[in-house]
């Protein structure tokens, strides 16, 4: 049928608004955009999302594809064939038991034996899958265009494409909507009656389609063919202005129009229900999300889209003085990756990529979905890698590493039902697999209840990831103090898994302490008993529950007991080995050459809390030793886990050069993590491990900017998270914190960590306007906090210093140094530079007298530096007084001369004795060897001469 300008009845079909032509918009530091389409999914598509819904926008000019996902689309679990849970599908009386006695026996067993005698094939597993694709061929592509520009702007979740053709400009915009569920495209040109296009949409070939065009609406149903899932999307197209046409083929032609409004809403018939898995027919609720929808005017949608993701993503602010430059990202990328990016612009990306971690996260975990899974809710494939499903030895539980950190507490809600979920089909795993009480869950799950196991030796058994997945629920009442949450959802599920581990845990002949056994450290090394992840899980789940079972008052006073003498005798997982490092496993087997991507025996590090420099100092140098043998290499999302560790080492600058190396080595063009093949999980580790940088709480401390790095000297963040429910945000110059926000939820007391606090500061409540009376101990602050009241700690004093931004070797420089008072008089005090190794400086430290509120004074220092190992250094200045300490930093560009030309052959124009190898030593005082470039001819006439004259 044809229908003619209106198309369907309703608000959405009113008068066009035309797109004025306009220049390309100013850089901003939100938006992803390339200046050509995308031609390779992985790499080059932009995603949008829901939680359940997804999307990849290619941007073609002759034809647009919208490649996109319904997140419960899976093959594998109950209807096929085989399907078993990865339970033990016939009984194996004594196989624990014999692996455990080989292991006594042995100490180390190889993995293929284990999985042998503890594995079975999987069966039935099933894959995520794509949906489909929904194309728009152009009726009448341009032969040429100008202007062209598509982006993804992660501020208000809006994904466009914009060209010049013919002298009209078009326009498209897309987003995908948790309010309504559904995706929105709307294609404007800026004259009239130049919309035209046949809408399509195929989908793969390992299922049933049913294929229909009626009204401007496309549908599309079938079944999967491997289980038998039911599956439905529908496409309405809406036009103002020209025709469209329905046609037999199941696609839908415009012509002529002004404008256009797509709707596009996806479902399936599965349902989070053991063991079962299946719910309605999803016919119904996708036509009634599409007709609610397509009642609404094309900018309700959109106002109400933005104001729900903006709820979110606008809770945080990060500025470190970036500044965008006005490149495509894939350009700006590839300038990153040689080094020929300027500082500014270098931060704009890492600024990006941080906040891009943000809207990914926000894009595919939604209340009412599935939680993110390998490839979060983007997959264009029906056998992706790793079947794009949720492996919880490390990737599962990254995913969700920012989500409290960054103030998206909201988006963990799917990962707590998901979990939920698994305890029943647990249940049945624990007592078939291991007889125990309680629930596990292994290596890799599904949406269909696999808790059991496979036979791939180096990853199929691993007993402890249910409790470290307990570890997000007793992080979300750390962060939030919901005692509702921990009441009622997270104590009663870490209850049951510490009851499976009471069980598990087995006595070690070696020296009485209860360990985990079988053991593996993930994907690396051999069996065995008490390896040190294990061992600091359990230790992770038990102290929770222990912590937890006194918040909610449980009266089971047996089982406490029983938990605080199983605490009292379990192996931590921390032992020191014979090179200094935190042993992997309890034998001292880890090798100096050892480079392998997990560095599982540091989770008591990250993201548990066993291990901190400013409580455990020992172990914390141990895993410093260790994480520096593991090199700086890895996967993407290993690269992204050592962004964590460093900065909880509080070492900021290394921390920083693994998020460089991340972006550097793994990020494709369109910011995706790059395992290789994309995987998500590096995305959430990069942006957690920011996060880690500024704000730190695990140890029931407010640290603020522990781990910052030189890069970052001056900058603010708004927005961040800390536990004990409080909000913080943060000024900062010269590497010191100036102010900083503190915004608790709950009226308790409140312990804070900073630089501030070592020196000249007052804190107030901005609420009331009053002084705060403050318990200081060095850097640290302790006062009771009102719920609803803002807290504003601030510096009374500053030091602040300029500096040229080069300097030659040898030849002195002004180091001015401008130290202020703020509202009250700075007591007399002394001013230090601390200068890089050999640096020299005049006068050697300079009395300051005090200094009245409002008034200031410079100093200048004379400073001579040397060329040292890295052409950038830093310079700190110190002002201390009695009991006090403010500091300032910055660094300068040591420049050396220009090396020479290589001068021809026949011209030589230096003699040396040339004893051996191609350095002309130097010496004089200035330590300024000479390389040798090309091969040196040397005449015997002229060796005396060489030997004659002293070496320059």
């Known amino acids: 049928m044809t229908v003619a300008a209106l198309g369907l009845p309703g608000p959405l079909a009113g008068p066009a608004t035309a797109a004025a032509q306009q220049p390309a918009p100013p850089p901003n530091g939100t938006t992803l955009w390339y200046d050509r389409p995308a031609t390779d999914w992985e790499s080059q598509s932009l995603p949008i999302g829901n939680g359940a819904l997804g999307a990849s926008v290619f941007g073609g000019v002759e034809t647009e594809q919208l490649q996109f996902n319904e997140k419960s689309l899976w093959t594998g679990g109950p209807g096929s064939p085989g399907y078993n849970f990865g339970d033990w599908t016939t009984a194996r009386p004594g196989a624990l038991d014999e692996v455990q006695q080989r292991i006594a026996t042995d100490k180390r067993v190889d993995p293929s034996w284990v999985a042998g005698k503890l594995g079975q094939p999987k069966s039935g597993f099933g894959a995520y899958q794509t949906f489909g694709d929904v194309r728009l061929s152009f009726l009448r592509p341009p032969a040429n265009y100008t202007d062209y520009r598509r982006q993804l702007d992660i501020s208000d979740a809006t994904a466009g494409v914009s060209y010049t053709a013919d002298g009209v400009r078009y326009t498209r915009e897309y987003f995908t909507s948790a309010p309504d569920n559904v995706l929105v495209a709307r294609l404007t040109a800026d004259r009239p009656g130049r919309i035209g296009f046949t809408a399509s949409i195929t989908t793969a070939s390992n299922r049933s389609r049913n294929l229909t065009a009626a009204n401007g609406r496309i549908t599309l149903s079938g079944r999967l063919n491997d289980n038998g899932m039911r599956f439905e999307s529908q496409l309405q197209v809406i036009n103002t202005g020209g025709t469209r046409v329905d046609n037999s083929d199941g696609t839908v032609t415009v012509e002529g129009a002004d404008s256009v409004t797509l709707l596009l809403a996806a479902g399936t018939d599965y349902a989070d229900d053991y063991p079962t898995y299946r719910g309605d027919d999803p016919h119904a609720a996708v036509t009634r999300r599409v007709d609610t929808a397509a009642a609404k005017p094309h900018q309700a949608l959109r106002a109400a889209h933005v104001r729900d993701y903006q709820r979110l993503f606008q809770r945080l602010r990060l500025d470190v003085g970036q500044r965008m430059p006005a490149i495509p990202t894939d350009e700006l990328l590839t300038s990153y990756r040689r080094g020929q990016t300027d500082p500014a612009a270098s931060r704009a990306l890492e600024v990006l990529f941080f906040q891009y971690g943000r809207y990914l996260l926000v894009s595919s975990s939604r209340t009412g979905s599935l939680p993110a899974n390998l490839q979060g809710v983007w997959n264009n494939s029906t056998s992706p890698p790793w079947s794009a499903d949720y492996h919880v030895n490390i990737n599962f539980q990254m995913n969700y590493w920012p989500a409290e950190t960054t103030n998206l507490s909201e988006t963990a809600l799917p990962l707590f039902d998901y979990v939920d979920g698994m305890v029943e089909p647990g249940r049945v795993t624990a007592k078939k697999i291991h007889d125990n009480r309680g629930w596990v869950v292994h290596n890799e799950t599904n949406p269909f209840g696999f808790t059991g196991v496979h036979n791939y030796p180096s990853a199929f058994w691993m007993p402890e990831a249910g409790a470290w997945l307990a570890q997000h629920y007793y992080e979300h009442y750390r962060f939030t103090r919901d005692d509702r949450f921990l009441r009622e959802r997270a104590y009663p599920l870490m209850k049951e898994l510490t009851q499976f581990w009471l069980d598990e845990l087995v006595v070690d002949p070696r020296d009485g302490k209860l360990v985990v056994t079988p053991s593996y450290s993930p994907e690396h090394g051999d069996f065995s008993a008490g390896a040190a992840m294990s061992q600091q899980v359990v230790w992770d789940l038990l102290t929770n529950v222990s912590e937890a079972a006194g918040e909610v008052g449980d009266g089971d ?85 050592k962004i964590n560790f460093w900065a909880r080492l509080l070492d900021g600058n290394h921390s920083h050069k693994m998020l460089s190396e991340l972006l550097k080595t793994s990020t494709l063009d369109n910011l995706w993590d790059n395992h290789p093949p994309f995987q998500i999980d590096g995305n959430f580790g990069a942006t957690a491990g920011v996060a880690e940088m500024l704000l730190q709480s695990q140890t029931g401390v407010i640290d603020v900017l522990p781990a910052l790095p030189d890069v970052w000297a001056d900058g603010s963040v708004s927005g961040l998270r800390a536990r004990g429910d409080v909000t913080v945000g943060t000024e900062w110059s010269g590497r010191t914190a100036t102010r900083i926000t503190l915004d608790p939820g709950r009226t308790g007391p409140l312990r804070v960590r900073s630089a501030l606090f070592g020196g000249r500061f007052q804190v107030t409540d901005a609420t009331t306007g009053r002084r705060v009376d403050v318990a200081r101990d060095g850097q640290e602050i302790r006062f009771t906090g009102v719920a609803g009241h803002r807290y504003v700690a601030e510096s009374l004093a500053q030091v602040a210093m300029r500096m040229p931004a080069t300097a030659a070797p040898g030849k002195p420089f002004p180091l001015e140094v401008t130290v202020s008072a703020k509202a009250t008089t700075l007591p007399a005090g002394t001013l230090t530079p601390h200068l890089p190794g050999g640096w020299t400086y005049e006068p050697t430290a300079t009395d300051v007298r005090p200094i009245r509120p409002g008034r200031s004074r410079t100093y200048t220092f004379q400073v001579t530096p040397v060329l040292g190992a890295e052409k950038l250094q830093a310079v700190r200045v110190a002002l201390t007084g009695d009991d006090w300490r403010v500091e300032s930093f910055g660094r300068l560009t040591v420049e050396t001369a220009a090396p020479c030309a290589v001068p021809a052959p026949a011209a030589p124009v230096l003699a040396w004795d040339p004893r051996s190898g191609s350095t002309v030593e130097d010496s004089s005082p200035h330590d300024r060897d000479a390389t040798i470039v090309g091969t040196p001819h040397v005449r015997q006439e002229r060796a005396d001469l060489g030997r004659a004259h002293p070496r320059r």
């Not at 496993?585 to 008591?604: A, N, Q």
């Not at 809390?609 to 455990?616: A, E, F, N, V, Y």
């Open 557 to 641: 006073a047996e089982f406490r007991a029983q938990v605080a003498a199983t605490l009292a005798t379990l192996d931590p997982g921390t032992r020191i080995g014979s090179w200094g490092q935190l042993q992997e496993w309890k034998e001292d087997w880890d090798s100096r050459d050892d480079t392998h991507r997990h560095v599982s025996h540091l989770f008591g590090l990250f993201p548990g809390r066993q291990i901190s420099p400013l409580t455990t100092p020992g172990y914390a140098e141990a895993a410093k030793v260790s994480l520096t043998a593991r090199g700086d290499g890895g996967t993407g999302w290993s690269k992204a886990w």
